[in-house]
């Protein structure tokens, strides 16, 4: 099984490290280096740039899936980010019918955190979502988050990943009545020229005033 097509099948457990672990007394002797104030005020305003261009990038994926891909339906919607340190997941669940949406805004921005957390280089993660349609269908897609973007995943991972029990290995049986589909391209707006305003929601911009553009 794929590092995607786990992120696909279920949400998993945090690993993070436990706090209570003994360092030894070599890691408790250790001190870092003095650094200036001047220093350490620069390595925090890079890291928050940072931090800062890729929740850009996160809310405009987002968007960009909502407005363009996903359709009328009711959607459930899984992001997983994977690190050294442990996962990261988020489940929201939101309606789209015509220009109307129904949405928590306060889940958008966390589905925007974990999507960002996933484009962080050692980071790894995907989005899936399923559908229950109007016309009644039920049906799941998914998307890995790979260069700062979402990318479409095949039919065959996300039938796969839903196939497998990953705690076990063991095959399951497959879900009746749910198709698995081939996810479609969520449109990047600088790459497809995109300069419609036609965005039903954005999550709000909880930046300082000196770092918004």
Do not use: N
């Given at each position: 099984m794929s590092e995607y097509q786990d992120h696909v099948r279920q949400a998993l457990e945090g690993q993070h490290d436990d706090p209570s672990e003994d360092l030894g007394m070599d890691a408790m002797r250790w001190t870092p280096a003095p650094?200036?104030?001047?220093?350490?005020?620069?390595?925090?305003?890079t890291a928050a740039d940072t931090a800062h261009a890729l929740l850009d990038h996160a809310a405009e994926a987002y968007l960009s899936l909502l407005n363009a891909v996903l359709g009328d339906g009711t959607h459930h919607m899984v992001a997983n980010a994977s690190m050294p340190?442990?996962?990261?997941?988020?489940?929201?669940?939101?309606?789209?019918?015509?220009?109307?949406?129904?949405?928590n805004e306060t889940a958008?921005?966390?589905?925007?955190?974990?999507?960002?957390a996933s484009m962080v280089g050692c980071a790894t993660g995907a989005l899936v979502v399923r559908t229950f349609g109007p016309d009644g269908s039920e049906f799941v897609r998914g998307w890995k988050v790979r260069?700062?973007?979402?990318?479409?995943?095949?039919?065959?991972?996300i039938r796969e990943a839903y196939s497998v029990d990953p705690s076990t290995g063991t095959p399951l049986a497959p879900e009746p009545g749910?198709?698995?589909?081939?996810?479609?391209?969520v449109p990047r707006p600088e790459v497809d020229?995109?300069?419609e305003s036609t965005s039903r929601t954005a999550p709000p911009d909880n930046r300082p005033p000196n770092r918004r553009n």
């Open positions: 650094v200036s104030d001047a220093e350490t005020g620069e390595v925090t305003h340190h442990g996962d990261l997941t988020e489940v929201q669940e939101l309606t789209v019918i015509g220009d109307a949406l129904v949405i958008a921005m966390r589905m925007c955190a974990v999507i960002a260069d700062f973007w979402l990318q479409p995943l095949a039919a065959d991972d749910v198709e698995y589909r081939q996810a479609e391209r020229g995109s300069s």
